[in-house]
């Protein structure tokens, strides 16, 4: 097995997120320059050494961005130092020299929620944002000049308005008193669609109108309980499935934070044109024949999964990136009026694709028959038995781990570690009976599945009994604390990222504007905190109440800057677990929030966890 450097795996990508512009004579990307990802722009026909980079922050790196409608400008969004009070700024492509500037000089506390295209107003941006702090206003924005107008005011984050292609705010799609999601005509009066709650905790996104306005796009349920897309006739009230597949889910990942599109959509026409479900390996649907076309073009170039995907406003000229477990976000730019195609970028060439670990779609049941799917990725040029293990759960919880290249799971089995990754009750993906399965199983059944996976490769040999280690971040986090306490005498270490110490305190201590979406998901999974039988419930769930258990040793992170879970949730453990005499490493970044995304910082973090695993795993 070939040791491949930490920095090696962890480091920025030389190149990501590749768009091109929409008149197809740039294109932009995301590059490492002062220690910080920027945005870069060169020619078609140029390389990175022609490219200029057009942006300069100093303090966290530009992780996405977006083309205008005018190919002059390209927006971004920032915070500071994690706090996830974004603002939208503005970069001149005809003065890359100059300092973006800020679109939306919000107050702290406020924050840019949603930046969507205004096809029928050239030049502008429809933007979401709560200058007003528990009030979320959409306003649209002049690019070059600044200049904004109030579209509809007095929206908050259980929902909001739904412009029509000519920006009246007719529909209204959110949450209402009783849980349930609607998507509402508000000038009839009328419930063109309605969802449960439960099983929607993130909501029925991705939601968009037509461009005609004549119908509505969502994700909703099957009769046997699969998430499709569907098309709804506004007027008639008709139901179109427009992608889905007999047990598999569409993918919404991308709805919650940075990974692959949920859908595609055409930039010449506004329509939505493919579709990504979930699986061993994700699938993408196409909806329309033209895109099909497209899609079994680019399909030829790589033996991924389509991932990053944009055109001119033609759409000749294709700009598509690959996901793959080994060989990350290689990047093509396809001519579909030629057929030409050439690769563009290949992000990680330091990296060796067969010196990586295959990350396979595995599927265990759980000890109560519910059949659990996860990802497994097992060491290279080592027997596969009697490995140390890490349980390495993902956030949410109403997330899902997807097959991709992951640094941190590549380091571990370069280390030697087996990792599975389970989708446990309550991960998105899967199907409404997999979801409500979840409904107050926090530290009950939910923690059994992570248990019952490890328990899975222990049966089968692969795994040592006695070197067995859990971990995550956010929700992962928490999972890592109750390993500790729920199954004191099972794991024999627990690393903790940003993860929940007490139940009620990280519901509580979320920011006000927040709360009331919490129906669907916190409530309805944890419970209410101000209801006294279930703040008991929560209490005997938190794994700060069961702290005399803890046995193993623990590595805690935390960023200060948390605006979901706050450092008080980490600082509170630590001190608990100090006063015990329990070892305890606690990494605190003051310059960062829900997790740890400065080079330095993840540096920093996954030294710690090598370090740690080592002596307490003996990888």
């Avoid at 005609?212 to 909703?220: E, I, T």
């Avoid at 001519?335 to 990350?359: I, K, N, W």
């Amino acid at each position: 097995m070939t040791v491949v450097p930490l920095e090696t795996f962890l480091a920025d990508p030389l190149f990501s997120k590749a768009t091109i512009s929409p008149d197809g004579k740039r294109l932009a990307y995301l590059s490492p320059r002062n220690g910080r990802t920027q945005v870069w722009v060169r020619g078609l026909d140029q390389e990175h050494d022609e490219a200029v980079c057009v942006t300069d922050d100093r303090r966290r790196g530009i992780k996405s961005y977006q083309w205008t409608d005018d190919p002059r400008w390209l927006l971004y969004r920032q915070d500071t130092d994690g706090n996830e009070d974004w603002h939208l700024f503005r970069v001149d492509l005809d003065a890359p020299d100059a300092p973006a500037v800020d679109l939306t000089p919000l107050a702290p506390g406020s924050r840019v929620l949603e930046v969507l295209p205004a096809p029928r107003h050239p030049g502008r941006v429809v933007v979401t944002m709560n200058p007003r702090v528990l009030h979320f206003d959409t306003f649209l924005v002049d690019v070059a000049s600044g200049e904004q107008e109030l579209l509809v005011e007095g929206g908050s984050i259980m929902g909001g308005a739904v412009l029509t292609p000519d920006l009246e705010p007719r529909y209204w799609v959110g949450q209402t008193d009783d849980g349930a999601w609607e998507f509402r005509d508000t000038d009839a009066d009328r419930v063109i669609h309605r969802a449960g709650g439960p099983e929607n905790p993130n909501g029925i996104t991705p939601v968009r109108l037509t461009p005609d306005g004549a119908a509505v796009v969502l994700a909703d349920h099957s009769p046997a309980g699969d998430l499709e897309l569907v098309r709804i006739d506004i007027a008639t009230g008709s139901r179109t499935v427009l992608a889905g597949i007999p047990g598999r889910s569409l993918c919404r990942m991308s709805t919650i934070t940075a990974f692959p599109p949920s859908t595609y959509v055409s930039r010449k026409t506004g329509e939505v044109i493919g579709a990504r479900f979930v699986g061993d390996r994700p699938t993408i649907v196409p909806i329309t024949p033209e895109f099909a076309e497209v899609l079994t073009a680019l399909e030829k170039l790589s033996d991924g999964v389509l991932n990053e995907l944009s055109s001119d406003a033609d759409e000749r000229f294709w700009v598509a990136s690959f996901t793959h477990d080994r060989e990350p976000d290689l990047t093509y730019l396809y001519d579909h009026l030629t057929g030409d195609s050439r690769l563009l970028l290949r992000p990680r060439p330091d990296l060796e694709p067969d010196a990586l670990a295959r990350m396979q779609g595995v599927t265990y049941t759980a000890r109560d028959g519910l059949p659990i799917h996860a990802f497994l990725t097992l060491p290279v040029g080592v027997p596969h038995e009697d490995l140390p293990l890490v349980v390495y759960v993902h956030g949410g919880p109403w997330a899902n781990d997807v097959w991709r290249f992951d640094p941190g799971v590549q380091l571990l089995a370069n280390r030697g570690y087996a990792v599975i990754q389970p989708n446990f009750r309550g991960s998105d993906g899967y199907g409404r009976r997999h979801m409500t399965a979840a409904i107050k199983q926090l530290a009950g059944d939910m923690h059994n599945d992570l248990v019952d996976a490890a328990e899975w490769l222990v049966g089968q040999g692969v795994v040592d009994p006695t070197r067995i280690a859990i971990m995550g971040a956010s929700y992962g986090g928490y999972s890592a604390l109750v390993g500790a306490t729920v199954t004191p005498d099972y794991f024999a270490t627990a690393i903790d990222i940003v993860g929940i110490s007490s139940l009620p305190n990280c519901i509580t201590s979320m920011p006000e504007f927040v709360r009331p979406v919490l129906l669907n998901n916190w409530m309805t999974y944890a419970g209410d905190p101000k209801e006294p039988t279930d703040l008991a419930d929560m209490l005997a769930r938190s794994p700060i109440t069961m702290v005399d258990k803890i046995r193993i040793p623990m590595l805690i992170a935390q960023g200060a800057k948390d605006a979901r879970v706050v450092q008080a949730e980490s600082d509170n453990m630590v001190a608990a677990l100090r006063e015990r005499d329990i070892p305890v490493e606690y990494l605190l970044a003051g310059d960062e929030g829900h997790g740890f995304q400065n080079p330095e910082n993840v540096l920093w973090l996954w030294r710690s966890i090598e370090r740690h695993l080592a002596e307490h795993l003996g990888g």
